[in-house]
């Protein structure tokens, strides 16, 4: 989840910046017609032969489902950007639920390299149907070095956060992938040349106080499952401050379609040497994950191209929540008290850089 979930979240905040303007048609809304009056026939059944009175608990259950439609579409051409932006975004949450879960149980059997090779050829063979009309201008990049090195970091970031997955509880790992954020204020610092106040300094040592806590230090050493959440982490931030230098001049569609090639490309071999046969449930979950991250995908691209950042990334926290109780009622685990401290301590530095970096945007922006 930490992977998928940077990748994503990093190519949605950047698609207003020349994807949206040529977007293909599954980028863009439904066309939303104005309620109609066809239900009208349904107020004079009442009035109707006892027969057709009979009919009319069957005409009203087959009416139900259009009313319901014309009052949500009512309802949600009167919601705010960021009220779409949330349930957009909240609908990623839940179907990226379904695909950790997923690679979770697929993961205890098949090599995640497998699982990872067989998601980004199903995604990139969605990605390729939609940008057939403009497959040149998605492919076309001046950023070639620097697509392949966003890439590099997605891979890392993938197989170091599901690894993590795979073998600690779905809330640790969900947990210490929430620092990501904290190592993007040093990335800023490093190679953006960003000035950070003495606050957001605070707020990243509070942080990473808050995922030593997680990662439970002994005198046995650290686990070296929690350790590669906290790599994907880090690479996580490489895949936000790359994504930043690219937004100015490449597309979505660009970014995600050269993210596919180069990560099939590394895939190939390692998926080819280390290959096991699944089984038609393990076909279905795989299927079923490489679905729902695509949609994941779209979702939470829909989601930043529709409301503000800083309104949607507390949304983002819900993975918590989610993540415990897939992993409680489904894999029997039991989050310890000190994943909770620790998350507690991260999600409260994150809010308050993600509030400060708000701030700070704002004025730039007028």
Not at 32 to 59: E, V
Not at 65 to 83: C, I, Q
Not at 152 to 170: C, D, Y
Request: charged residues 15%; proline residues 4%; contains cysteine.
């Amino acid at each position: 989840m930490v992977g998928a979930m940077s990748e994503d979240r990093q190519a949605g905040r950047q698609s207003r910046s020349g994807f949206e303007a040529e977007a293909p048609a599954w980028q863009e809304p439904a066309a939303i017609a104005p309620p109609g009056s066809s239900t009208a026939s349904s107020a004079t059944a009442s009035d109707a032969s006892p027969a057709a009175s009979q009919r009319l608990p069957d005409n009203a259950v087959s009416a139900a489902p259009g009313r319901l439609t014309r009052k949500f579409r009512h309802w949600w051409r009167g919601a705010s950007p960021n009220l779409r932006g949330s349930v957009f975004m909240l609908g990623a949450m839940l179907v990226y639920a379904v695909m950790v879960a997923g690679i979770k149980h697929v993961g205890q059997a098949i090599p995640l390299v497998q699982i990872l090779l067989i998601r980004q050829v199903i995604m990139t063979m969605i990605l390729l149907a939609f940008a057939a009309g403009s497959l040149r201008q998605a492919l076309h990049t001046d950023r070639l070095g620097l697509q392949i090195t966003r890439s590099v970091f997605t891979l890392a970031s993938m197989l170091a956060g599901f690894t993590a997955v795979v073998k600690i509880p779905l809330a640790q790992a969900t947990a210490i992938g929430f620092s990501q954020v904290l190592f993007v204020t040093i990335a800023a610092v490093i190679v953006l040349k960003e000035r950070v106040d003495g606050r957001r300094w605070a707020a990243t040592i509070i942080g990473f106080v808050g995922v030593l806590i997680m990662l439970r230090p002994s005198s046995d050493g650290l686990d070296i499952y929690a350790l590669l959440a906290v790599f994907g982490a880090v690479c996580g931030a490489g895949i936000t401050v790359s994504v930043r230098k690219l937004a100015a001049s490449e597309r979505t569609d660009t970014i995600l379609l050269y993210q596919g090639a180069v990560l099939i490309v590394l895939l190939a071999i390692p998926t080819w040497a280390w290959w096991q046969a699944p089984t038609a449930n393990q076909w279905f979950w795989i299927a079923v994950l490489s679905l729902f991250g695509t949609a994941g995908q779209w979702l939470i691209t829909r989601a930043y191209q529709v409301g503000e950042a800083a309104a949607l990334a507390p949304l983002d926290f819900s993975r918590l929540l989610l993540a415990s109780f897939t992993g409680f009622f489904f894999f029997a685990e039991i989050p310890a008290l000190t994943t909770w401290i620790g998350a507690a301590i991260v999600i409260g530095a994150t809010l308050y850089t993600i509030r400060k970096n708000a701030r700070i945007a704002a004025p730039a922006a007028t």
